[in-house]
């Protein structure tokens, strides 16, 4: 496989459930992102990692929470959600973070569904 | 802080007619610039990257332009195709933040 990959690409999910979206980047990138696209609103960054650790956390309420274990691998685990967080969640990699950033590279993103 | 605005926000189209898209910013400050597409339900395919210090990139049927000191970027598409449909989203990396503005998105419909 290439590029970005997301799993899964649908979730619904109850308000006390708990449950994780993957991402899985293939383009031997250091940086990974994950974003939150509402109906209406720009996209809205909510965590950034550079050589997995994590260098950038947007205000994101702590029932988000996000792990990355290798420089290929990002996690978003969700639990105790509301129905507002309901969107799609993308997750995105570079090159490298900062001035040298570069070109982002987007998967095909995570559509989330809380009842 | 940085504000991205697109307009218009929605475009329709006949087959075949060239367009462009506008995209403006609060601070000239940027430390390039990125177009990308979204299909409807879908992720973001990056289109076009332009740093500080170009004016322009061109790839296939579109040109991208970066005029900073008038806050002000353009994405050109010649000769359009129903194909071209999709969301179109300019973002920008300040300098020094290290992040991506997005803006909303400008809608296009291209009909045959």
């Known amino acids: 496989e290439t590029g970005v990959t997301q799993t899964p690409r649908h979730l619904v999910m109850g308000m006390t459930n708990k449950k994780s979206l993957k991402c899985e980047q293939h383009?031997?990138?250091?940086?990974m992102y994950w974003y939150k696209q509402s109906a209406k609103k720009p996209l809205e960054l909510m965590f950034v990692?550079?050589?997995?650790?994590?260098?950038e956390n947007n205000s994101v309420p702590s029932r988000f929470s996000p792990e990355c274990p290798n420089s290929s691998h990002l996690f978003l685990h969700l639990h105790t959600l509301q129905p507002e967080d309901s969107a799609l969640y993308l997750c995105?990699?570079?090159?490298?973070?900062?001035?040298?950033?570069?070109?982002?590279?987007f998967g095909e993103g995570s559509r989330l569904t809380v009842l | 802080k940085q504000e991205v605005t697109q307009i218009p926000a929605a475009l329709s189209v006949p087959e075949g007619e060239n367009l462009v898209l506008n995209c403006s910013f609060t601070?000239?400050?940027?430390?390039?610039l990125q177009w990308f597409r979204q299909d409807p339900g879908k992720g973001l395919t990056s289109l076009l990257l332009?740093?500080?210090?170009?004016r322009e990139q061109t790839s296939g049927r579109l040109n991208a332009s970066l005029d900073k000191s008038s806050g002000r970027s353009t994405l050109y598409i010649a000769a359009s195709q129903p194909g071209d449909s999709a969301t179109y989203l300019c973002?920008?990396?300040?300098?020094?933040?290290?992040?991506?503005?997005f803006g909303k998105g400008t809608m296009l419909l291209v009909s045959p």
């Open positions: 332009i740093q500080s210090s170009q």
């Open positions: 995105a990699s570079s090159q490298d973070w900062g001035f040298s950033t570069g070109e982002l590279f």
């Open positions: 601070d000239s400050a940027i430390y390039n």
């Open positions: 990692y550079s050589l997995e650790e994590r260098v």
């Open positions: 973002a920008l990396m300040n300098s020094g933040y290290s992040t991506l503005t």
């Open positions: 383009l031997g990138h250091n940086a």
